[in-house]
């Protein structure tokens, strides 16, 4: 089954933009739920540009760790 995944885009981010990001969690969302483990991705939206916010992944890494 997939392993534990976390996923974190800022909504200004150049790079990747946020439209790729939500397409490929919405695809990792329909995987994971046909394997029954839905609750083991995560995803988060910061305000910022292609950079490490942490709070979310944080508070995810506390949980799953």
Same mark, same amino acid.
């Given at each position: 089954?997939?392993?534990?995944? @976390?996923v974190? *885009?800022? #909504? ?6 946020i ?8 695809? /990792? ?5 046909? @394997?029954?483990? *839905?609750? #083991? ?15 979310? /992944? ?8």
């Amino acid at each position: 089954a997939p392993r534990w995944l @976390f996923v974190e *885009s800022g #909504r200004n981010d150049r790079i990747f933009p946020i439209a790729g990001s939500q397409a490929a969690v919405a695809q /990792a969302r329909s995987i994971y739920g046909a @394997f029954g483990v *839905s609750e #083991r991705l995560g995803y988060a939206v910061h305000e910022g540009a292609h950079e490490f916010n942490g709070v979310a /992944a944080l508070a995810a890494l506390v949980r799953w760790l």
